[in-house]
């Protein structure tokens, strides 16, 4: 089946250390996104890449990074840098193509730093 | 950055009720999406509106893409249990991927 993945699905880090979060999509897709959700927040854009070996800050980016080596993988990687790393990250992706700009979003990873 | 206006920000209805919510903007969208979340699961797309003035449906959901591009709704009738969750819209503005939302509107049904 065509869908996006993220893995894994809880995890739990100790403050200080960095860790990286994955996602994978098998839909062809160009485009691929990364969010952040808080309790009783609306999403808000960590990453985004629009093709391979390429991508932009959005709104929330310190303390984050990302790769695109492969159109498939994007993965997210949060530093000691970032001072509340606690949340719900989402990864989405989307087809590159004028006037659709339909994002499909993974299940999701828990991170909870201890 | 930039949200949408959704409301209400939370519903609780009967079983069977019809529920409506919407999501305005002083901007304009070229592309409306309307999500449905479950706890601790992503946002599933629901409908997707890619012309003002193009009302849609998918099942007991119904949502319009408003003539001033600056609006969008959605109704679910008859509503059921499994309506439980968060709702969130979302907006392109063409030129860009990146998408805007709202803050999710949280509906309650009880059975």
């Known amino acids: 089946d065509g869908g996006i993945t993220q893995s894994p699905k809880y995890l739990f880090r100790k403050e200080g250390q960095n860790v990286t979060l994955s996602c994978e999509q098998n839909l062809n897709h160009d485009a691929m996104y990364w969010y952040r959700q808080d309790p009783g927040q609306g999403l808000r854009l960590i990453y985004y890449s629009q093709i391979v070996n390429d991508f932009q800050k959005g709104d929330i980016a310190e303390g984050y990074s990302v790769s695109r080596e492969k159109k498939e993988s994007f993965p997210l990687t949060v530093t000691s840098a970032q001072k509340n790393p606690t949340a719900f990250y989402l990864c989405?992706?989307?087809?590159?193509?004028?006037?659709?700009?339909?994002?499909?979003f993974g299940p999701g990873t828990r991170l909870t730093v201890l | 950055g930039q949200q949408l206006n959704q409301s209400p920000q939370s519903m609780f209805i009967q079983e069977g009720e019809d529920v409506s919510m919407n999501c305005t903007s002083s901007?304009?969208?070229?592309?409306w999406l309307w999500y449905k979340q479950d706890p601790g699961e992503g946002p599933v797309l629901l409908i997707a509106l890619y012309k003002a003035g193009e009302l849609t449906s998918n099942g007991r959901l119904t949502a319009q893409f408003g003539i001033t591009r600056k609006d969008s709704f959605l109704n679910i009738s008859a509503s059921i249990p499994s309506d439980v969750g968060i709702y969130f819209c979302?907006?392109?503005?063409?030129?860009?991927?990146?998408?805007?939302f709202g803050k999710g509107m949280k509906l309650t049904v009880n059975p």
């Open positions: 979302a907006g392109a503005q063409g030129g860009s991927e990146k998408l805007v």
């Open positions: 989405a992706s989307s087809r590159e193509r004028e006037g659709q700009d339909t994002q499909y």
């Open positions: 901007s304009i969208f070229n592309t």
